[in-house]
């Protein structure tokens, strides 16, 4: 219609009715989704869109044609910083694409408390399909504690980074380097090419300002696959 969105309907075949006024939200909380399968329950579209979260939930138009064309002219750390703080201990899910980050990512939550929380699960597509040019002067994955969190001796659990590359270019700093870890128990790092870096590419820190009887503040560390 000229108002705007069409909506279908299934209580008696087609029906358009005008969802111009309403907000996408709404129109997607109103569309149900059954699953196949004996047993499977409807739900509505919303509630199934919001079972894996993409960090191109967090993109503008124009970020998303530049990660997917491969042209890395877009910084979008500060999309992928919001991803990940709204995954909290989740799966965050990187589309094939380009990634230009011109900051580093920070995958603790400082302001968190809890001994052996939740950490993010960082899922790409595979190497050579999800790649991320780091231009930061650092590690372009960091897992920082605060001197708070180290004082009480409270870290994550679960970190998980799979499925992609990080490569710097020629207008990368000098420093640009692969992850950096700090405070993370139990990390899996799988899956991932780091190359051409211009330092580290997986480094691992402590603090000896801790008064924390735990100063090395990384356990079990577990790498596959990781070139």
């Not at 979260?53 to 002219?73: E, K, L, P, R």
């Not at 700093?173 to 128990?185: D, E, F, V």
Request: glycine share 12%; aromatic share 10%; net charge negative.
């Amino acid at each position: 219609t000229s108002a705007g969105l069409l909506q279908y309907s299934y209580d008696g075949g087609l029906t358009y009715s005008d969802a111009g006024t309403l907000g996408l939200t709404t129109v997607s909380s109103l569309v149900d989704f059954l699953p196949a399968g004996t047993g499977a329950v409807t739900r509505t579209a919303q509630s199934k869109m919001r079972d894996i979260v993409s960090v191109f939930d967090f993109m503008t138009a124009a970020q998303i044609a530049d990660v997917q064309a491969g042209t890395a002219t877009l910084n979008v750390s500060a999309a992928i910083a919001l991803a990940v703080t709204a995954v909290g201990g989740g799966i965050l899910y990187f589309p094939p694409g380009t990634y230009r980050c011109d900051s580093s990512i920070e995958l603790n939550d400082s302001a968190a408390s809890g001994v052996y929380r939740a950490a993010p699960k960082i899922v790409g597509s595979g190497i050579k399909k999800t790649s991320f040019l780091n231009r930061y002067a650092g590690p372009l994955f960091t897992h920082t504690l605060s001197t708070a969190q180290g004082n009480a001796g409270s870290y994550s659990r679960g970190l998980l980074l799979s499925g992609f590359d990080v490569y710097v270019d020629g207008s990368s700093p000098a420093t640009a380097r692969g992850i950096s870890l700090q405070g993370a128990y139990f990390p899996v790092i799988d899956d991932v090419l780091l190359y051409g870096l211009n330092g580290n590419g997986v480094e691992t820190l402590n603090s000896a300002a801790w008064s924390s009887t735990d100063k090395f503040s990384n356990a079990d560390i577990t790498m596959n696959r990781v070139v």
